[in-house]
């Protein structure tokens, strides 16, 4: 057995769903699979003093896991005033608009399309929600709408799907695309060097302990996979496809289709960059 704290990141043991840091609980949707985990990580966020709450990714379209979301704020004393979307694949973000009837909020993203009030979230923006403090960090790549948030009274970081609890996340092309990638990961690891993050909240998968860690195994970790599709390209595997079962031939094959979308990104990094023709 791998002890976990050898693990990238430290993940934690033990039950996901509930209390993380003293400001942040989770509750686990019910949508485990190979992609989402564990399921999606709906987190409440919350001074341990204030009535109020915010909800970041309230996941799925599932009613019984938003109602356990209000549930969990209301039997804490809160209320969920406000939504939040790292952003908007469907495992995070299908529920909001459900959500929003619930809870009587408003929804706020970085894509307008999935607003629900006249305010978005761009990078600078500090949410205040019942004295809480949220700051806004883009973090584009995973997806082009992609953001994180920073809760500095816990140093820690909601990372959505830029940062895993367990594994490592896909470049969705076209939309998510290498360069943005790499430069969010640069961008997290200011905040663990600079700004003191610690743990990682994120989007699937368990809490990080180990938040440097974490980034660090993910800036190495692309830097290898980049140089394997270099190599498989030089070897004459030219298509997408050739390129996964070569260099990702040890990865469940279940996965092989996301796989590709990273590979396209990769292929597309590697030509800007004038790396391959």
């Not at 969920?80 to 459900?98: I, Q, S, Y």
């Not at 894509?111 to 009030?117: H, K, N, Q, S, V």
Request: glycine share 10%.
């Amino acid at each position: 057995m791998t002890d976990a704290a050898a693990l990238p990141g430290q993940p934690r043991g033990g039950t996901l769903s509930g209390p993380a840091t003293a400001r942040a609980v989770n509750v686990l949707a019910p949508n485990a699979s190979a992609m989402t985990l564990d399921g999606t990580n709906t987190w409440i966020v919350s001074e341990p003093d204030s009535d109020l709450a915010v909800v970041i990714d309230p996941g799925p379209l599932d009613d019984l896991h938003l109602r356990a979301v209000v549930d969990t704020a209301e039997q804490a004393g809160k209320r969920v005033a406000l939504t939040l979307l790292t952003h908007g694949h469907p495992d995070h973000a299908e529920g909001a608009a459900r959500f929003a009837q619930l809870t009587r909020t408003h929804v706020r993203a970085l894509d307008p399309a999935l607003r629900l009030g006249d305010e978005g979230l761009a990078a600078g923006n500090v949410i205040t929600t019942g004295g809480l403090e949220l700051r806004v960090v883009p973090t584009p790549g995973h997806t082009g709408d992609s953001l994180c948030f920073h809760l500095p009274a816990d140093a820690a970081v909601l990372t959505g799907d830029t940062v895993l609890g367990r594994g490592t996340t896909v470049v969705a092309h076209p939309d998510g695309r290498l360069g943005d990638y790499l430069d969010s990961l640069r961008r997290l690891r200011s905040l663990t060097v600079d700004d003191g993050v610690r743990t990682v909240l994120p989007g699937h998968g368990p809490v990080l302990d180990d938040a440097q860690g974490a980034v660090e195994y993910y800036l190495a970790h692309r830097a290898s996979r980049l140089a394997q599709v270099e190599t498989a390209v030089e070897n004459g595997f030219r298509t997408p496809s050739e390129v996964v079962e070569q260099v990702y031939a040890a990865v469940d094959r279940s996965l092989w289709p996301a796989a590709e979308l990273s590979v396209r990104a990769q292929l597309e990094y590697l030509r800007e960059h004038g790396l391959i023709s």
